[in-house]
């Protein structure tokens, strides 16, 4: 069972997250080292400040810029959850992903027999019990390139079908070794080996 994480800072993964966050440390690097060094005279007297409310104004317009920094955030969490949600609930309730599912348990069952015979795995691939394998093993390759590319939250996926990539994983993996290095446009489950 994986361990329980305890919430992190978020840290910018993405090129716009950076954008904000190199932008915030300008401003503040401005605010706070920047203009006190601007107005400072020759003899280390500093030049009249302006009034007070200006000086609020910047602070506010600085704190406003934190809470979009964190507004956006946590809206692209939330939308990268309910992403992963929204494919769970497709794979769940549709008839075509169920009857999928159905004929990858019963390809698996033939592939079990098919191996403990001592037969290769190279004539299972012609046999129509292995593209209903495939078709189910990319499903679960759609769902890791998702994570993979923070288009799905990683938590919500692991919760939610860690138990069943490992098991598809496994069950299939001599299948899975067998086709990888023969068909080097083949991506059967990679991404989900990166997961």
């Known amino acids: 069972m994986r361990p329980t994480r305890i919430a992190a800072p978020v840290m910018p993964t993405s090129p716009e997250d950076k954008v ?11 605010l706070f080292v920047g203009l006190p060094i601007f107005y400072m005279s020759s003899e280390g007297e500093m030049f009249d400040w302006g009034t007070v409310p200006q000086w609020l104004t ?13 507004s ?21 309730m549709d008839r075509d992903t169920l009857a999928s599912h159905k004929k990858f348990t019963d390809a698996v069952a033939v592939l079990d027999t098919h191996l403990k015979a001592g037969k290769p795995c190279a004539d299972f ?9 495939r078709e189910y093993l990319n499903l679960h390759e759609l769902m890791a390139v998702g994570v993979k590319n923070d288009v799905f939250d990683d938590h919500v996926c692991f919760n939610f079908w860690s138990r069943e990539l490992g098991d598809a994983y496994r069950r299939t993996k001599q299948l899975i070794e067998y086709i990888q290095p023969r068909k080097p446009t083949s991506t059967i489950l990679t991404p989900s080996l990166w997961i």
């Open 20 to 30: 904000v966050c190199a932008t915030l440390l300008a401003f503040t690097a401005w």
């Open 58 to 70: 910047a602070l506010i317009a600085g704190g406003a810029l934190i809470a979009a920094m964190v």
């Open 72 to 92: 956006i955030s946590s809206q692209r969490e939330i939308a990268r959850k309910r992403a992963a949600m929204d494919f769970f609930a497709k794979t769940e």
């Open 125 to 133: 691939v012609s046999t129509p019990e292995y593209w209903h394998i």
